[in-house]
């Protein structure tokens, strides 16, 4: 299973932490057999939790894809002025705790937009997440139009990684980056752009098909 590399250190400490109890547990006995049992669905998370499946497929410059994995917890119309400049459609998908949590450009183009936000840890399946909490933003000019993807933290997130800054061509479908342990991605489209998913819809970063392009 391929792991992203943010979670290498993480899986390491899980491991090791595991085997000092297992070799506790083998000199000592007793209490120490309760602390391999509390560890050891925890150590088996961790690499479950930083697990970075292949995807890959033809590019499909008509079509806006899922960034993230999880569950579409929001659609709706927001003015969103520091990047689309006005109107856009805003597709939210929650990731918990057992989602894929790295993070896939839906679009092919051109980084022209990035802005780090410090804020709140709000619970990130509520609205206002997406203005209070703490978040990074990109802005990428595809050939057909904007679209900017916004990583928010949440309840548990206090770390987001983003790859690319303004000028880097990114490719749909490839990497964008990941927020460890839970939160939301927000995708802003402009108006115009069909909407292809509905609230509760379960979502795969670089298959699932959030919006299309009008031809």
């Known amino acids: 299973m391929k792991l992203a590399p943010e979670g290498r250190p993480f899986v390491l400490i899980g491991a090791a932490v595991l085997g000092g109890l297992l070799a506790g547990t083998a000199a000592f006995?007793?209490?120490?057999?309760?602390?391999?049992?509390?560890?050891?669905?925890?150590?088996?998370?961790?690499?479950?939790?930083?697990?970075?499946?292949?995807?890959?497929?033809?590019?499909?410059?008509?079509?806006?894809?899922?960034p993230a994995d999880g569950k579409v917890v929001s659609i709706e119309?927001?003015?969103?002025?520091?990047?689309?400049?006005?109107?856009?459609t805003r597709v939210s998908v929650f990731m918990n705790i057992f989602s894929v949590h790295v993070n896939r450009h839906p679009v092919t183009?051109?980084?022209?937009?990035?802005?780090?936000?410090?804020?709140?840890?709000?619970?990130?399946?509520?609205?206002?997440?997406?203005?209070?909490?703490?978040?990074?933003?990109?802005?990428?000019?595809?050939?057909?139009?904007?679209?900017?993807?916004?990583?928010i933290a949440g309840l548990v997130a206090r770390r987001i990684v983003t790859d690319h800054v303004p000028g880097d061509a990114v490719h749909q479908g490839r990497r964008l980056g990941m927020i460890r342990f839970g939160s939301r991605v927000d995708t802003f489209l402009p108006p115009g752009v069909s909407i292809k998913v509905r609230v509760s819809d379960t979502a795969v970063a670089g298959k699932t098909i959030l919006a299309e392009w009008p031809q």
């Not at 995807?55 to 806006?64: E, K, Q, S």
């Not at 802005?115 to 399946?125: E, I, Q, S």
């Open 77 to 88: 119309q927001v003015h969103e002025p520091d990047y689309m400049g006005g109107l856009a």
């Open 109 to 151: 183009g051109v980084v022209e937009y990035r802005d780090y936000r410090p804020g709140k840890f709000l619970n990130a399946t509520l609205d206002k997440a997406s203005a209070d909490n703490e978040c990074m933003s990109l802005g990428v000019r595809s050939e057909r139009g904007p679209v900017l993807i916004r990583q």
């Open 29 to 66: 006995g007793g209490l120490w057999w309760i602390g391999v049992a509390l560890w050891t669905p925890l150590a088996v998370w961790v690499p479950v939790f930083f697990r970075d499946p292949v995807r890959t497929g033809p590019p499909r410059p008509a079509l806006v894809l899922a």
